[in-house]
T-cell receptor, first 115, second 113 residues
């Protein structure tokens, strides 16, 4: 069964600092990758997604992620964070194999941006 | 014009009671889910239905029973509520052809006293 690891559980940054959140998955076949964001008191919303093609994916609000197949990674980056980026970030993997699909979420990373 | 809606938004009840949470999606998706998010924000999938058929049933107490009357609805009924059931429950939907990109509802905050 596939699994998703998010190594940074709680990240604290000052505004304008650069961000990189790690995400690794364990599955040897074809995957579709997602990052979701959950702002305080809200539901999860899609930040960006990778299905195929260019491994560098750009999402909303200046976020991007790079799929590195050899490292089974899909790290999230932003060059300069803002206070409004304070939220919980979830990496997710969709595996499709023989007509069966399953989405698995990581445990989440709490990002706190200090003004 | 909400894509995935849940009712109620808040639910406060006593231990031992039975309660239901309703979910509806108007996106035309073929798959719906229930997730439980605990106080540490850990998101755990509970159930998944594809075209009204149960396809994922994770290790969840049988006090939890999902019901999907049609593709657009997935309700969650909980019997004999326990303190540990307190959490935020999210409904979500997706389309298998779109790689199961999840669309989440606003959540139902359940508090068991």
């Amino acid at each position: 069964a596939q699994s998703v690891s998010q190594h940074n559980h709680h990240v604290i940054l000052s505004e304008a600092a650069s961000l990189e959140l790690g995400c690794n998955y364990s599955y040897g076949g074809t995957v579709n990758l997602f990052w979701y964001v959950q702002y305080p008191g809200q539901h999860l919303q899609l930040l960006l997604k990778y299905f195929s093609g260019d491994p560098l994916v750009k999402g909303i609000k200046g976020f991007e992620a790079e799929f590195i197949k050899s490292k089974f990674s899909f790290n999230l980056r932003k060059p300069s964070v803002q206070w409004s980026d304070t939220a919980e970030y979830f990496c997710a993997v969709n595996v499709a194999s023989g007509g069966y699909q399953k989405v698995t979420f990581g445990i989440g990373t709490k990002l706190q941006v200090i003004p | 014009d909400t894509a995935v809606s849940q009712t109620p938004k808040y639910l406060v009840t006593q231990m031992g009671n039975d309660k239901s949470i309703k979910c509806e999606q108007n996106l035309g998706h073929d798959t719906m889910y229930w997730y439980k998010q605990d106080s540490k924000k850990f998101l755990k999938i509970m159930f998944s239905y594809n075209n009204k058929e149960l396809i994922i049933n994770e290790t969840v107490p049988n006090r939890f029973s999902p019901k999907s009357p049609d593709k657009a609805h997935l309700n969650l009924h909980i019997n004999s509520l326990e303190l540990g059931d307190s959490a935020v429950y999210f409904c979500a939907s997706s389309q298998r052809e779109h790689y199961n990109e999840q669309f989440f509802g606003p959540g139902t905050r359940l508090t068991v006293l």
